[in-house]
């Protein structure tokens, strides 16, 4: 029984002096997402918002949005549209992130005529 009570105390006392963890923010969840060579979100914007320019003749939108769903939980939604003519179309990545996860929800669309 004394074991258990020396580690009990050893544990709350490394609890009280050690320093809390930093806020989870929506930044952190954006880059921990996008981390990785290679990931087809890394040419998404850093924060929420939108990102419009020209990629081989098309006219492209990549837009990341972020919604709260608990505490430092967010559901990330990242959304490529691209036209040229009356040629068009999107496609949508959605994932659950946590300090420690990433879970990929929803693949939905075609990729681009660009994508490599």
Do not use: C, H
């Not at 006392?13 to 929506?26: H, R």
């Not at 939980?73 to 036209?83: A, G, P, V």
């Amino acid at each position: 029984l004394s074991p258990i009570v020396a580690g009990g105390l050893m544990w709350g006392y490394f609890q009280l002096v050690s320093e809390p963890m930093p806020p989870f923010t929506v930044e952190d969840a954006i880059e921990f997402a996008a981390d990785g060579e290679d990931s087809v979100i890394e040419d998404f914007p850093k924060k929420a918002g939108i990102w419009q320019g020209i990629i081989g003749g098309y006219r492209v939108e990549r837009e990341t949005s972020v919604k709260e769903i608990g505490n430092e939980k967010y559901i990330l939604t990242f959304t490529e549209r691209w036209d040229k003519g009356l040629e068009k179309g999107s496609w949508i990545w959605t994932y659950e992130v946590e300090r420690d996860s990433v879970a990929a929800k929803r693949r939905k669309g075609t990729a681009p005529p660009y994508a490599n």
